[in-house]
């Protein structure tokens, strides 16, 4: 099982919010608090260090992290993937955890969890979350080293991270989690279902 030591975390931020009005949803705000801000306590203790993949309001992400960096143009249309070709190259642990900006309640323990399945498959180059019999694909504990089949898969025109999963060795690990831990903020009501849930979020002093 990979060690703190040998993880970076990316955060991806750079979604154009089509379905929150454009709204930059790492920044949305729960009960007080921005999205990004859930994420980022949750995954810190998890990963060496950690980085944003966000396309705007930069300087406001930077006050979580000075690693922050828009998709380099070569990607610029190729979604998260995009993002994750751009960052891949600028991390020196073994492995990269990838998470979006807008699930904030990831488990305390993701890495741990994700981690399980290379411990049985030494060929294995990415472990994506499930829950609730669906897969989150933005949820990954991945190798670093696929970063050449990543933009060999975005060089022939391709986007979709379903898409580039089956051309690897991946495997889904079904998570334990509280109860909607990996509901994401996708549309208005979505963030109106979590105010009106707040049992969905740990309280302060589980955190």
Same mark, same amino acid.
């Given at each position: 099982m990979?060690?703190?030591?040998?993880?970076?975390?990316?955060?991806?931020?750079?979604?154009?919010?089509?379905?929150?009005?454009?709204? /930059?949803?790492?920044?949305?705000?729960? /009960?007080?608090?921005?999205?990004? /801000?859930y994420v980022v306590e949750a995954i810190r203790p998890q990963v060496k260090e950690f980085y944003i993949s966000a396309n705007r309001s930069q300087e406001l992400y930077r006050e979580f992290t000075a690693n922050v960096f828009s998709d380099d143009e070569a990607y610029r249309q190729n979604g998260p993937l995009g993002g994750l070709a751009t960052l891949l190259p600028k991390i020196r642990t073994e492995f990269a955890l990838m998470v979006p900006c807008d699930t904030p309640n990831l488990p305390a323990d993701l890495v741990q969890q994700l981690a399980v399945a290379f411990e049985s498959d030494s060929k294995l180059e990415i472990s994506i979350a499930r829950s609730d019999n669906q897969d989150q694909y933005l949820i990954a504990l991945m190798k670093t080293s696929l970063q050449e089949k990543l933009v060999q898969y975005l060089q022939i025109g391709e986007r979709s991270v379903k898409g580039w999963l089956e051309t690897l060795s991946w495997k889904r690990v079904e998570l334990r989690t509280v109860n909607g831990a990996l509901a994401n903020i996708n549309k208005p009501q979505d963030l109106r279902s979590y105010i009106a849930s707040p049992h969905k979020l740990k309280p302060d002093s589980e955190k």
């Open positions: 990979p060690e703190k030591e040998a993880i970076t975390g990316i955060i991806l931020a750079g979604g154009e919010g089509r379905r929150l009005n454009h709204a /930059d949803k790492g920044l949305l705000f729960l /009960d007080g608090r921005q999205l990004i /801000d």
